[in-house]
């Protein structure tokens, strides 16, 4: 920075030709800085990143808790199949269709025809 005038005050300076051209040249850095960080391109700045960011990590956490819920549920399952026979011939039944000697098993159509389309 250029040396004060004599006198030594700021005042001095800044009425001089060199302070306002260095007062221009520090308010336009200023500026050119402000609009980059609202409105930077660079995905390292501006607000506009920051908060498609901040969007995705709240979407991020609630694929994380639903992925926590089911393997709690999962888990449920897996330890009652591993204890529980009653729960077991359920879930075999259910699944996969088993009867025991004797049963007769009716299947029904969920609401479609033989060309995949529902009928009335």
Known sequence: ?????????????????????????????NIVLI????????????????????????????????CERSQILLSRQILMLKTDGKYMEKMIRQKLNYMRAGEIQYLFEDGKNSSGEKTK
């Open 1 to 29: 920075m250029p040396e004060v005038a004599e006198g030594g005050d700021r005042e001095t300076f800044l009425s001089s030709r060199v302070g306002r051209v260095a007062l221009a040249a520090v308010v336009s850095v």
């Open 35 to 66: 609009v980059s960080l609202l409105f930077g391109g660079n995905s390292l700045t501006g607000i506009a990143a920051y908060r498609e960011l901040t969007e995705e990590y709240r979407a991020l956490q609630m694929e994380y808790q639903e």
